[in-house]
C-alpha cells in the first residue's frame, strides 16, 4: 500500500436541495363559511333553545288548557262561540273552528308568531350592525373571507337556527294533539310549523335590512320594532274591518294561511317572496357602502352634547335611555291594547273585568321581568367585550361601576312598569269599567318588587357565576310564568305552583295589597345584591373574547 493511496481523493461537491418551507393546506371557501356559520350558531343557541322551548311551552299548555276547560262538545262550542269578534280578533284573529283543539292551536299561532318575530329582530340585528359596530366583520374580513362571502355566510348561520326552532314548534304542536283530543294531523302541525318559522324569516330580513340603513344596532332595532308594531296593528285593523290591510302585513299572512285547519298553500308563497326580498336587496346594499358605516348616517351635532356625563349613574342612563323608552313604548302599546278590550271580557268571561285586568297585568310584568333578565346579558357583555375594563382603566371602583348599572336598572324597571300601567289607563279610558290610578299603581307595586327580588337573584349569580346569571333568570322567570298561567288546569300540586314568585303575588284588583310579600321580597332583594357586590368584588373579570 502506497502512501498515495492513503489519501482520499477529493471529490465534486453536491448539490444539496434548498429547503423549502412546508406547504399548508390553504382552507376554502366552504370550510371557511362552515367556520362562519359554527360561529353565529354558537353565538344564538342558548336564545335559539330559550325562545323555542318558550313557544313550545305555549302551544302544549294552550292545548292542554283549553281542552281541560272545555271536556265537552258543547262546552268547547260555546268557548268557540264566546272569541268571536271584538277585542280578542284585536290580538289574536278571527278564530276558525275554535271548537277543535287544532282549531284552536292554530288561532294562537299569532301569538307563537310575534314571540319568535320579537327573537329574530334581535338576532339579525346583533349578528349584522352589532357586530359590524363592534369591528367584529372588519376582524373577520381581514382574512381570506371576502365582504359578500361573510354576507351569505352569516345568513345561512341565521337560516340553521330557524331548523331547531321549526322542530320544536312541530314536536310541541303534534304532542299538543296528541294529549288532548288524539288526533295527529302531522302534515296540518308541519304546515303551521313552516309558517310560523317563515315569519321569523321574515323579520330576520327586516333586521338585515335595517342593519345596512342605520349606522347603530339600537337605531336599527327601534326601526325593526316599529316595523313589528306597524305590521301587527295592519293585521289587527284589517280584521276588524275585513278590509285589505290584513294582506298588507306578514302577520295578516300567517292567519290567512290557516295552516292546520284548511291549509292555504298559496299564501305561504307571499312569505317567501318577503323573505326572498328583504335579503336580497339586503345583499345589494352591503356591496355598495363601506363597512361601518350605514345608508342613514348618524347626526353630526355642530357642538358636543355632555349632558348626563358627569358621573357613572347619569352617563349609564343616558346609555340606556333608547332602549328604556322603548321597551316602556312596546308595553304602553300591549298596556293599550289589552286595557280596550276589558269591557269586551267583563261580558264574555266569568273572570270579569277585575280578573282580565289582573291577567294583563300579569303578562306586562313578566314581560318587564324578561326585560330584566336581559339586562344581566349587557353586563356580561360589558365584560367580554372590554368595555368594563375601559372604564375601570380611570380611577373608577369596580363596585361603583356595578352599583350605577344596577341603578340604572332598577329606574329602568320602574320605566317599564309606568308605560305598561300609562298605556292601560289610556286604553280603560275608552271604557265603562272604572279602575283608578290609585289602584294601578298598588299593581304596578307588587310586580315591581317580584321583578325586583328576580333581578337579584340573578345579579347574585352575575357576582359569583357571571355566565350562568342571564340565562337561568330568564329561564325561571319563563317557569314560574308558565306554571302560574297553566299549572292550575293541568294540575299541578300546590307545593311545586308555591315555588314560583308568581303565585304569591297578589292579583289587584281581585287581590289587596299584601305588605308581608313586599317585606319579605324588597328584603330578600338587598340581601341577594349585597350577595353580588362580594362576590364581584372577589372575582376576577371574564376575559374579553370575539363574539357576535
Avoid at 301587527?232 to 294582506?247: M, P
Wanted: proline residues 3%.
Amino acid at each position: 500500500m502506497t502512501a498515495v493511496s492513503l489519501v482520499a481523493e477529493p471529490t465534486a461537491p453536491t448539490a444539496h436541495a434548498t429547503p423549502t418551507a412546508p406547504t399548508v393546506a390553504q382552507p376554502t371557501s366552504w370550510r371557511l363559511g362552515r367556520t362562519i356559520v359554527a360561529f353565529v350558531w354558537r353565538a344564538q343557541r342558548r336564545a335559539v333553545i330559550g325562545w323555542g322551548i318558550l313557544v313550545s311551552l305555549l302551544i302544549i299548555g294552550n292545548a292542554i288548557t283549553f281542552d281541560r276547560n272545555n271536556p265537552t262538545a258543547a262546552d268547547k262550542a260555546t268557548f268557540a262561540a264566546e272569541i268571536q269578534g271584538g277585542g280578542l280578533t284585536l290580538m289574536f284573529g278571527p278564530p276558525t273552528d275554535a271548537e277543535t283543539v287544532a282549531g284552536f292551536t292554530q288561532w294562537r299561532a299569532m301569538m307563537v308568531g310575534a314571540l319568535l318575530a320579537i327573537w329574530a329582530l334581535m338576532a339579525s340585528t346583533q349578528l349584522f350592525r352589532g357586530a359590524e359596530q363592534a369591528t367584529t366583520w372588519q376582524i373577520l374580513q381581514s382574512g381570506r373571507l371576502t365582504r359578500n362571502q361573510l354576507f351569505r355566510w352569516m345568513s345561512v348561520g341565521l337560516l340553521v337556527c330557524l331548523v331547531p326552532l321549526w322542530l320544536m314548534v312541530f314536536a310541541s304542536a303534534t304532542i299538543g294533539g296528541a294529549v288532548t283530543d288524539g288526533v295527529i294531523a302531522v302534515g296540518g302541525f308541519a304546515y303551521f310549523a313552516t309558517v310560523v318559522v317563515a315569519l321569523a324569516a321574515v323579520f330576520l330580513g327586516f333586521g338585515i335590512l335595517a342593519s345596512q340603513l342605520m349606522s347603530t344596532r339600537q337605531g336599527a332595532l327601534g326601526l325593526c320594532l316599529g316595523i313589528w308594531v306597524a305590521a301587527y296593528l295592519l293585521r289587527a285593523v284589517g280584521d276588524l274591518q275585513e278590509s285589505f290591510l290584513t294582506w298588507l302585513s306578514p302577520f295578516g299572512w300567517v292567519e290567512k294561511s290557516e295552516p292546520i285547519v284548511d291549509p292555504h298553500y298559496a299564501v305561504s308563497l307571499l312569505l317567501l317572496g318577503a323573505v326572498a326580498i328583504l335579503w336580497g336587496v339586503s345583499f345589494l346594499i352591503q356591496r355598495r357602502r363601506d363597512c361601518g358605516h350605514a345608508i342613514i348616517a348618524g347626526r353630526t351635532r355642530r357642538s358636543q352634547r355632555l349632558a348626563l356625563l358627569h358621573g357613572l349613574i347619569p352617563a349609564q342612563l343616558r346609555l340606556n335611555l333608547g332602549w328604556m323608552v322603548g321597551g316602556a313604548a312596546v308595553l304602553g302599546f300591549f298596556g293599550c291594547l289589552f286595557g280596550m278590550n276589558v269591557d269586551d271580557a267583563d261580558e264574555r268571561y266569568a273572570m270579569g273585568s277585575a280578573g282580565f285586568i289582573a291577567m294583563t297585568l300579569s303578562l306586562l310584568g313578566t314581560f318587564a321581568a324578561l326585560l330584566m333578565a336581559y339586562q344581566l346579558v349587557k353586563l356580561v357583555k360589558a365584560e367580554t367585550g372590554g368595555q368594563s375594563r375601559t372604564v375601570l382603566a380611570r380611577p373608577v371602583h369596580r363596585s361603583a361601576d356595578l352599583g350605577a348599572h344596577v341603578v340604572t336598572d332598577v329606574v329602568m324597571l320602574v320605566t317599564f312598569l309606568a308605560g305598561a300601567g300609562g298605556g292601560m289607563m289610556l286604553g280603560l279610558a275608552t271604557q265603562t269599567t272604572e279602575f283608578t290610578v290609585a289602584r294601578m299603581a298598588q299593581a304596578l307595586a307588587m310586580w315591581f318588587c317580584a321583578a325586583l327580588v328576580t333581578y337579584a337573584l340573578g345579579l347574585a349569580l352575575f357576582g359569583w357565576l357571571p355566565r350562568a346569571a342571564a340565562g337561568f333568570t330568564g329561564g325561571l322567570i319563563l317557569i314560574w310564568f308558565l306554571l302560574e298561567m297553566f299549572g292550575g288546569s293541568m294540575g299541578a300540586p300546590d307545593w311545586l305552583l308555591g315555588l314560583s314568585v308568581w303565585h304569591w303575588i297578589p292579583a289587584v284588583p281581585t287581590e289587596d295589597v299584601d305588605l308581608t310579600f313586599v317585606v319579605l321580597t324588597l328584603g330578600g332583594a338587598l340581601l341577594l345584591a349585597i350577595a353580588a357586590f362580594v362576590g364581584y368584588a372577589r372575582r376576577d373579570l371574564l376575559q374579553p373574547e370575539l363574539e357576535l
